[in-house]
């Protein structure tokens, strides 16, 4: 493992998370669309932060913000920093030194505070609570699918639960989401949709659908999507251990880094509108219409492009650097990289549209 910095590491999980999307689509037998979703997702809200941090010569203060993005990204849950920590070691960095402890995980709270339902691993003791808010015996199946993500299969079932708790007459259903890891048997007939029970082991996890169908795999997780959660059993003992939303011990709200130069929000805009176009392959209709190929060979290296750029001497020495990196980009992607419903979209046709959106950049054109 290198010695790394903050900036580094930052800059090397944009490049990883491109080449993963790469590999993930280069062979169409072995199409992975859970890895390119995920890899894309992490950038959601990491991309402005990451101009950010990289946008300043001053190598210190440089530092001191990547290790507030890492610390921000880190702090999305267990998932989230496992998967840095996996793409930081691929690419040959020791990310732990550069973050906090992990902190034990708590629910969420949605918009009007109430805690929302966490993801769990599919284990004996989570699945015996789950049975004590929910009736699974009277479960009808809602969604199946299985498809291939790299080599492995892995499959996704969503189940109308009814709930063991009371609720009002108008809540809305609840649905509990399952997620197979590495599955290893399928058997499922359409007449029988009703009944579930979920099985767990130390080497294999799996769930029963209704009196003959099965599916057995080597993980999983489940999440329950009900609004109505914090009233049951689990619900209430985590509201108690759960801050208010508004408490200041929590996360920050809103992520790090605010101002950026002309051209470095005008370079993070177009790699952030590329970043939701690659995320887009979660709906697997239209998987297939994304051109995830094309779209990472024209940003490959960006993250090593983006900390070149920023660390120039001088706004106007950065600003033209930060077009250049955009000519580039422009330059690799008009190939054919055509968004699906947009056939008319181009890096250079949108930077038409970003450039003059930067903050302070009104009346600027790309050639500038």
């Keep these: 493992m290198r010695a790394a910095s903050a900036m580094s590491v930052l800059a090397a999980l944009l ?54 993005v890492l610390e921000w990204m880190a702090d999305f849950g267990e998932r989230r920093r496992a998967w840095m920590t996996e793409q930081a070691a691929i690419a040959g960095y020791d990310i732990e030194p550069l973050l906090p402890p992990a902190r034990p995980h ?68 609840a649905l509990l989401n399952v997620w197979l890891d590495d599955v290893t048997d399928i058997a499922f007939d359409l007449a029988d949709t009703r009944g579930a029970i979920l099985h767990t082991g130390p080497r294999e996890v799996g769930i029963c659908l209704g009196p003959g169908g099965r599916l057995r795999a080597a993980g999983g997780e489940y999440r329950l999507d009900d609004h109505s959660w914090h009233l049951s059993t ?22 790090p880094g605010a101002d950026r130069d002309p051209d470095a929000h005008a370079a993070a805009a177009l790699l952030h509108h590329a970043m939701l176009e690659l995320r887009s392959v979660r709906y697997a209709a239209h998987a297939d219409d994304i051109h995830v190929t094309k779209l990472c060979e024209a940003f490959s290296g960006a ?23 955009i000519r580039a980009w422009a330059d690799r992607g008009d190939g054919g990289v055509q968004p699906h419903g947009d056939p008319g979209w181009s890096p250079a046709a949108y930077l038409l549209q970003v450039l003059p959106l930067s903050p302070g950049a009104a009346g600027r054109s790309s050639a500038s």
């Design 15 to 68: 490049d990883r998370s491109l080449e993963r999307m790469a590999d993930a689509a280069a062979d169409v037998r072995r199409f992975d669309r859970e890895a390119i979703r995920e890899a894309a997702d992490v950038w959601d809200n990491n991309l402005f932060p990451l101009f950010w941090a990289a946008s300043t010569s001053n190598a210190g203060r440089r530092e001191r913000r990547a290790r507030a």
């Design 234 to 255: 689990s619900g209430r003992r985590a509201d108690t251990d759960t801050p208010a939303r508004t408490s200041r011990s929590g996360p920050p709200l809103r992520p």
């Design 106 to 173: 708590t629910p969420g709270r949605d918009f009007r505070g109430h805690v929302m339902a966490p993801q769990h691993r599919l284990t004996r003791p989570n699945v015996d609570e789950l049975s004590l808010d929910y009736d699974l015996a009277m479960a009808s199946i809602r969604h199946l699918r299985v498809e291939r993500a790299g080599t492995p299969l892995t499959a996704h079932v969503q189940l109308l639960v009814d709930r063991r708790f009371a609720v009002d007459e108008a809540a809305p259903p």
């Design 303 to 325: 993250g090593e492009a983006i900390l070149t750029a920023g660390s120039q001497r001088g706004a106007r020495r950065r600003e033209a650097a930060f077009r250049d990196v």
